[in-house]
């Protein structure tokens, strides 16, 4: 099981960006779906979730800016962020967690991380 993230980039501050995350290999199932940011020298935290059922979970420094969805149908998550701010400056990773299937057709738990996609956001 592969994630792939895209979307990040420089952009104003007040600007828009979105990012997606496709999850690509065998898939049993997708459990819950998230994107974390990470400033240099600081811990990653968690930017907002989503669970199988469609309940989201934000960080209090995006709630109500940043939407998170998901595409069951194309395995992946999106990250809309609006209104961004310079405080928003950090590399965005997703995360997912589910069950991958094996040749033997049995399935085996993974959390897996995207690459990191980098969002800059100017004053």
């Known amino acids: 099981v592969q994630l792939q993230a895209s979307g990040g980039g420089l952009v104003q501050a007040g600007g828009s960006l979105r990012l997606s995350c496709a999850v690509s290999?065998?898939?049993?199932?997708?459990?819950?779906m998230g994107w974390y940011r990470q400033d240099p020298g600081k811990k990653r935290e968690l930017v907002g979730s989503?669970?199988?059922?469609?309940?989201?979970n934000y960080a209090d420094s995006v709630r109500g800016r940043f939407t998170i969805s998901r595409d069951g149908a194309k395995n992946a998550v999106y990250l809309q962020m609006n209104s961004l701010k310079p405080e928003d400056t950090a590399v965005y990773y997703c995360?997912?967690?589910?069950?991958?299937?094996?040749?033997?057709?049995?399935?085996?738990?993974?959390?897996?991380w995207g690459q990191g996609t980098l969002v800059t956001v100017s004053s």
């Open positions: 995360n997912v967690n589910g069950r991958g299937r094996t040749y033997l057709n049995t399935w085996y738990p993974f959390n897996e």
């Open positions: 290999g065998s898939i049993y199932s997708i459990n819950v």
């Open positions: 989503i669970a199988p059922s469609g309940t989201t």
